[in-house]
């Protein structure tokens, strides 16, 4: 029923108003249109276009990751094929990493058996149609970034901040959701604390958690799960006058950002997602040239692994074994590894993954 009166409704709408914007333009501009549509509310929406308007150049950008084509077996056959058959009716399909192009080129395959993928030139062809799947990470507004965490009110919120800070600091910046993989996280750092006693009193966890979905029962209960995690660390290492594990949980991105300035380990951890922005502001507003301890299953990890500690996001001693390596790094090689971190993020900015998107529908029109 939500299939059928649910998301096929709201696409074709979404479908309605563009087909009437286009051809209300159309007599002012005789080249075809171009419509750039995004993620998974809209996969229905490039087929749609595609009828009323054959000539159109269609690009649709998918932010979350795409699952192999074992996991899209869970949902009925005849959702996936007329998913497949969507996205397969766009002239180009963005995907945040090379992975999810191979797991989106796969699926066409199981479910569109007549479709013919050409792996090389990563294309698959249907109904007449061939369709570019290729990868485009997105990134961060680096002046922006820079610019908001050197304002008055963030420059404040460092001065507060540095005072709760110590000899080593990690941080940390999640909505406070399952996949976020916090808890994890405190457990590797409590790990850390009882293998290497000598840090005890010497390294401070800021972590800024953002509430998330908290009407949510399963939300509600991980939030528990957290604070009952950062209390039993704080308890059993912390002293009267050193806090392992301090929390802010709140919306406040401007605080969070002053945070990234002060850390020498930056964990992200997640489970799996399709990017992480976080791990791209971070090194371009650090000042401690910091580490960047990173989930191998991020979406930004293809990207920055070369400049990072990479992690199983379930392995709790490999995370506890990373972020150690993080603070304890000689001085030339966290400096060289945060230089690098941060020149590949300026030179691949969101400017950048704008750029690439309209260069390809540009050699289409």
């Known amino acids: 029923d939500a299939w059928e009166t649910g998301y096929i409704p709201v696409n074709q709408a ?13 007599s002012e501009d005789p080249r075809p249109p171009v419509i750039m549509s995004h993620d998974y509310h809209l996969y229905l929406l490039p087929e749609f276009v595609r009828e009323e308007l054959p000539e159109a150049i269609i690009q649709h950008f998918i932010h979350i990751p795409w699952p192999t084509p074992r996991y899209w077996q869970m949902i009925p056959a005849y959702i996936v094929q007329r998913i497949c058959s969507s996205l397969c009716s766009a002239d180009i399909v963005g995907f945040q990493t090379p992975m999810d192009c191979r797991s989106f080129i796969d699926t066409a395959e199981e479910f569109l058996p007549k479709a013919r993928v050409d792996r090389e030139a990563c294309t698959v062809s249907w109904q007449g149609g061939c369709t570019l799947v290729k990868a485009y990470p ?42 976020r993989n916090i808890v994890r996280g405190f457990k590797a750092f409590g790990l850390m604390l009882s293998k290497y006693p000598e840090l005890r009193g010497r390294v401070n966890f800021l972590a800024f958690l953002v509430p998330s979905r908290t009407h949510i029962r399963q939300y509600q209960r991980y939030m528990d799960d957290i604070q009952q995690t950062v209390n039993h660390v704080n308890q059993t290492y912390g002293t009267g006058d050193w806090k392992p594990i301090q929390t802010f949980v709140e919306n406040n991105y401007t605080q969070a950002l002053a945070g990234m300035k002060l850390y020498d380990a930056l964990l992200v951890n997640t489970i799996i ?22 989930s191998q ?33 000689p001085k030339e090689k966290r400096k060289k590894m945060a230089l690098t971190l941060a020149e590949s993020v300026c030179r691949e900015d969101i400017t950048h993954w704008l750029s690439r998107q309209l260069e390809d529908i540009a050699k289409l029109l």
């Open 297 to 329: 299953t991020s979406g930004v990890h293809h990207q920055l692994a070369q400049a990072a500690l990479s992690v199983s996001p379930t392995d709790i001693e490999g995370t506890m074994q990373a972020l150690y390596q993080a603070i304890t790094m």
């Open 138 to 179: 997105m990134s961060i507004n680096v002046e922006e970034v820079q610019g908001m965490a050197n304002t008055p009110r963030a420059l404040e919120y460092e001065t507060r901040l540095a005072a709760q800070t110590n000899e080593m600091n990690i941080v940390r910046i999640d909505r406070a959701e399952p996949n």
């Open 14 to 26: 979404f479908a309605r108003s563009i087909v009437e914007e286009c051809r209300e333009d159309s």
């Open 273 to 294: 997602e399709g990017m992480n922005l976080v791990a791209k502001e971070g090194p371009v507003v650090n000042t401690r040239d910091g580490v960047l301890v990173i």
